[in-house]
């Protein structure tokens, strides 16, 4: 059963804007492409297109993440994070999530399994369908104070004060 919970539930209200995708619609099932091969699902583990408007003007940067509430762990799981990006950038093409470097001081985190790319859906057979929330959030400021082996979720503890925005959509994945 999908659960009604979001992993943003418990930050601070900010400005809404919208990213959209021409891989997959809100909502919907991600491709077998966008699916991990790392991790045994078949895929590819190739990162959707996405694009964004409507952020804040006082927009410095953005991160670009996507995460895994539904996963059984007590903390989801962080499948891509992109950090610094700057704001002058606001779409990613498909394929973009392979671990390059990207303009400015923009940098790729390690995900949860330690890979610093995109790592795609592989939800374990018989858990059902798991959400992979695909969120940009708009930062006040040029770059977050992050070090080479910083994790998401210390990124995303500093987004806790510098978030400015946020554009939140999903895809399903199911074995």
């Not at 809404?16 to 099932?29: L, P, Q, R």
Request: charged share 15%; hydrophobic share 40%.
């Amino acid at each position: 059963m999908i659960k009604p919970y979001g992993p943003y539930d418990h930050m601070p209200k900010t400005h809404a804007f919208t990213v959209t995708s021409d891989t997959f619609e809100n909502g919907s099932k991600l491709g077998q492409a966008q699916a991990s091969a790392v991790l045994g699902a078949g895929g590819l583990d190739i990162s959707p297109q996405l694009q964004w408007e409507g952020f804040p003007e006082e927009t410095r940067s953005f991160t670009v993440s996507m995460f895994d509430p539904d996963v059984p762990t007590a903390s989801g799981f962080w499948h891509w994070y992109i950090a610094n990006l700057p704001a002058s950038v606001n779409e990613l093409p498909e394929g973009v999530g392979d671990g390059q470097d990207f303009l400015g001081e923009a940098v790729t985190l390690a995900n949860d399994a330690g890979y610093k790319r995109y790592l795609g859906p592989a939800t374990p057979p018989g858990n059902g369908p798991d959400r992979y929330f695909l969120v940009v959030h708009a930062v006040d400021v040029a770059t977050l104070p992050l070090t080479a082996d910083a994790t998401p979720a210390y990124a995303d503890f500093l987004l806790f004060t510098h978030a400015i925005g946020r554009a939140t959509m999903y895809g399903v994945y199911e074995r």
